[in-house]
């Protein structure tokens, strides 16, 4: 999944998958699929301890182990994030990326087609274990005149419902981001609201980087800030030309030149991106394959997915004067709220409180 947000699945989809009953054949092979997928997750699955233990493991891998251990047990006593055997085991399954992820709009609109399950809700995207269901799924919503995208996602959680492990596909991330990672999606198994993605996200995207901060300074690190700068000049730049989309989709013009202005609108984000490249990062070209690849509505819409409230729960922490348990008790009273009245609460907060 491109960077701004970390590549994980969040909607839960295989949770669909408890106490449902289906119709039609389309639907009952989808489900299927998600069982038999995450089945061979499980069964790939080993103690961590177990392999620490082998004299036969890899060395970087141990250590990779080791580190994600320490992280674990920071995560419960220190975040009160939930204690059990969830990234206490590992599996090898043999692929770069665990899912993909599969989003869809509007021609001309920013608006995601949404999916809804039991306990997870409506959520913006499917996942799918091969590649190539979610690429004839792709293909299937083209010709219906959509606008699709298809992300790879290393890791993602069942909130709880199973024990999630470490994947080889998490190993990919440098030190910082699978601690960050293993703090994220513990937070979902804190609190997760159905229906709700962006108020989810943004409020595992805090407990990441609030626990992240917290386990630095344990261990006396400073974080190096220069590439979470480029992400969030990145994400900004982004969310700008995503916003002229929106004003250019909310106007009456024909169909023709609706099409001819979206696309210049992916020329100026392209030309934009190249000048902050050159100007403030010294020709870094970390986007360059995202930003150069095809561009349409649904490649936009995981941006800001995760980060839209995460200034609003930061104050709320700080209203809480940084107690763990009091915040996530203030979470979940949010969560409680009616959705509009929940999006003032947290409009009014990032504002300050």
Known sequence: MPIPAPSRLTPRLLLALLGLVVSGCTTLDYYAHLGQGHWQLLKARQPVERLLAEPGTDPELARRLALAGRARDFASASLQLPDNRSYRLYADIGRPFVVWTLFATEEFSLDPELHCFPIAGCVAYRGYYQLGRARGAAALLREQGLDTH????????????????LLNTMLR???????????HELAHQR??????????????????????????ASRG???????????RQFIELVLASRERLRQLYAGDL???????????EFDRLRRDYRDLRQREWGGDGRYDAWIE???????????????????????????????????????RTLGRLAPADRHAALDKLQAGG
């Open 254 to 264: 024909p169909n023709a030149a609706m099409r001819a202005a979206k696309q210049a």
């Open 221 to 231: 690190e400073t974080r190096a800030d220069g590439i979470d700068r480029q992400r």
């Open 173 to 183: 991330w440098d030190d910082e981001r699978l601690v960050a990672v293993i703090f």
């Open 150 to 165: 298809i992300g790879g996602v290393e890791a993602y959680s069942t909130l709880g419902w199973f024990d999630d492990p």
């Open 293 to 331: 690849a095809p561009l349409n509505n649904a490649k936009l819409l995981p941006f800001g997915l995760y980060d839209r409230w995460v200034p609003s729960f930061a104050t709320l922490f700080a209203q809480n004067e940084g107690d763990w348990a009091r915040f996530y008790q203030a979470v």
């Open 191 to 216: 609190y997760y609201l159905a229906g709700d993605t962006a108020f989810n996200e943004s409020f595992a995207t805090f407990v990441e980087r609030e626990g992240l901060r917290q386990w630095q």
